[in-house]
């Protein structure tokens, strides 16, 4: 089949590439319907794929991956830089030319039998300023049907590449064996270079999700100017008609998408606000021409957990699934062809097959304490599906943004919310993030870990190196930097039970980030930051939440706190010379005002 680009940086790596893996086929994805089309019904009579109810579930498909690939492998993910030191103390380092030596026989023959897909996608709305080109060359279908759905996938990402230009991502994956002892994902920022090999699991293989759009991106928006962050965008509408936009850094699995598309309660809808989801897991932020901040969401769909979601918690994910959606690893029920995971609703499948594929009785399986679904099952599904995307959702100038928001699961320290001093101190605040492990990477869940800015696993260099980016970034911005918060829905009761409601009536605490912005509230100053009053958290409407509640949700304890920074001190200790002085200056501050 003929190459969809006159670019020759593009056909030699493709000529190498096929060169390597030896493919029966190949087949370059221009992106049409026909060609999809085809791909899916491929996928369905070998049975990779399963189709689902027509009615109830239109275009939708199922997919299960192996048992031992249902996360990300942290411990298996590199960065290969030339030097070990810009890899820095928070990755996995390999010398570039050993880790192409290790894998190169790899792949060496690998798709012999099989037909390599060549898919070329765009990060961000194609003609869009900020927007990036990849093309990843793959075997497997799934990952060409689910790029389809995450990215503008086909002949036109070629349109912004150009006929000459080298500035595209090479990805090259292959699911080979899926033999977990050999799973390596490999991030060469200095030669914009993915290789991922013997996974099926989607930030494992979705190249232009983590490993393009976080690894690389990150350490290309250090080298020119901008930032990619694993951040959601959302644009909260107030009555009088105006958006206000906001970023926020949660850990994964720990409530992006969730924000993302949140439904405002009762008292807020009933006065005319209304949330637009931009992005729900990465924004790509620069100045723009007024000198303020802009975003954009690198991504067309949303790659969700779907454990947890349903129509109370988050109708918009939910309803953003209805149709032309890719679910893999929740459990399915026989008798209609339809979906289920845990907490969907409380009527598991009776005839159901679980996410491994053995068929069970859903509600004896269940009452077994067996999950019917795996806790890190998600659901691929197109953005324009979802009822509250943001009309800026293309625009190609990204949206300005007012507010940068951290925050993770802690059970007990960080309260509700609060604002950093400055952008130095918001700076320190996200560098100072820890939250409790999820299912979303393989290893133990709930240990608490530091994970700053969210990006402890995506940032694709020194970690030193990118807080100065950070603090570099401040100084372009001046005084049309976002406010820079913390957040926590997160903290327990002494039975180990959630206190704040959480979900849309995170709506609340926007409401005091917005005026804070907006300059329109005050608020208390305490050790680790600015604090709401608590009568200014709107408790209208809630069961069982009080302004006193919200007055507990807020305290420092300081002997936390203390012990809090020594763990700090030693989470620093592993940047050596590389922690900007500003950040250590920052922890001196903090343990002064809690002294
Ligand atoms: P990644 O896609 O892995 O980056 O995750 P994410 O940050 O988008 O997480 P998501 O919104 O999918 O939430 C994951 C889990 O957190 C789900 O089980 C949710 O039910 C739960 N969750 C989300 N928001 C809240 C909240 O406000 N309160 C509580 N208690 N749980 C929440
Ligand atoms: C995450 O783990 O943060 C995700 C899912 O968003 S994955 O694409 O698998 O990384
Ligand atoms: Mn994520």
């Known amino acids: 089949m003929a190459t969809l680009t006159k670019n020759p940086n593009v056909n030699k790596w ?30 369905i009579s070998t049975g990779e794929m399963i189709k689902l109810n027509e009615e109830k579930l239109p275009g939708c498909l199922y997919h299960r991956t192996l048992p031992n690939d249902v996360a990300r492998v942290e411990d298996r993910t590199f960065i290969c830089s030339r030097k070990k030191e810009d890899a820095g103390p928070t990755n996995n380092w390999c010398d570039p030319k050993e880790m192409y030596a290790k894998l190169t026989p790899m792949y060496d023959g690998v798709m012999k039998n099989r037909t390599m897909y060549i898919i070329p996608y765009s990060m961000g709305p194609i003609g869009s300023p900020l927007a990036k080109v990849g093309v990843e060359v793959t075997d497997s279908i799934y990952v060409v049907l689910n790029m389809a759905i995450m990215t503008r996938m086909g002949a036109d990402a070629f349109k912004n590449l150009g006929d000459t230009s080298d500035d595209f ?32 699991y989607g930030g494992n293989v979705l190249l232009g999700k983590k490993c393009f759009a976080l690894r690389i991106a990150s ?43 949140l439904i405002p309660p009762e008292g807020y809808t009933k006065r005319g606000y209304k949330v637009w989801t931009v992005g729900d897991d990465i924004a790509w932020l620069k100045p723009g021409p007024d000198g303020r901040l802009y975003a954009i969401n690198p991504e067309n769909g949303f790659f969700g957990v779907a454990p947890g979601t349903n129509a109370h918690s988050n109708y918009n994910a939910l309803a953003s699934t209805r149709k032309n959606t890719i679910f893999t690893n929740v459990a399915i029920n026989n008798d209609d062809m339809t979906v289920w995971w845990e907490k969907l609703d409380n009527n598991p499948p009776v005839n159901a097959t679980e996410w491994k594929g053995e ?37 190609p100038q990204g949206v300005p943004i007012s507010a940068i928001i951290f925050g993770g699961r802690r059970a007990k320290t960080a309260p509700l919310v609060y604002q950093s001093f400055n952008w130095q101190h918001g700076t320190f605040v996200g560098s100072i993030m820890a939250s409790e492990t999820t299912a979303a990477a393989t290893g133990a869940v709930g240990v608490v870990r530091r994970d700053p800015m969210a990006m402890l696993p995506f940032c694709g260099y020194h970690m030193g190196d990118y807080w100065a980016h950070w603090l570099e970034m401040g100084k372009i911005l001046g005084d049309k930097a976002p406010k820079i918060f913390n957040v926590n829905w997160f903290r327990t009761d002494e039975n180990g039970d959630f206190i704040w409601p959480g979900y849309g009536d995170n709506m609340r605490v926007l409401d005091w980030i917005i005026d804070r912005c907006e300059g329109t509230v005050d608020a208390v100053e305490t050790p680790i930051g600015y604090e709401p009053k608590p009568e200014d958290i709107n408790v209208e409407g809630l069961d069982g939440i009080t302004t006193e509640t919200v007055a507990d949700l807020l305290s420092v304890d300081k002997d936390l706190w203390k012990e809090e920074a020594k763990g700090i001190e030693e989470f620093y200790k592993k940047f050596g010379e590389k922690l900007p002085k500003e950040m250590s200056e920052e922890l001196k501050n903090l343990e002064a005002r809690l002294a």
């Not at 390597?20 to 085809?38: A, N, T």
């Not at 090259?172 to 996974?199: C, G, M």
């Not at 679904?373 to 659901?379: C, I, L, T």
């Open 14 to 43: 493709v000529d190498e590439m096929i060169a390597l893996c030896k493919p029966e086929k190949v087949v370059w994805i221009d992106g049409s319907k026909e060609q999809l089309d085809e791909l899916r019904a491929e996928a």
């Open 219 to 261: 350490y290309q928006g250090k080298n020119e100017g901008w930032m990619a962050e694993h951040m959601l965008i959302l644009g909260i509408e107030k009555p009088n008609g105006e958006i206000k936009y906001v970023t926020a850094a949660f850990p994964s699995a720990c409530g992006k998408t969730n924000l993302a598309m």
């Open 169 to 200: 991502v090479r990805g090259l994956h292959s699911k080979a064996d899926v033999d977990p002892e050999k799973r390596y994902i490999v991030q060469f920022p200095e030669d914009n270079t993915i290789w991922s090999i013997n996974s099926a």
């Open 359 to 395: 068929k069970v009785n859903g509600p004896e399986y269940v009452a077994a304490g067996n999950k019917l679904a795996h806790p890190n099952s998600r659901f691929t599904a197109p953005a324009e599906n979802c009822p509250c995307i943001s009309p800026e959702f293309n625009n």
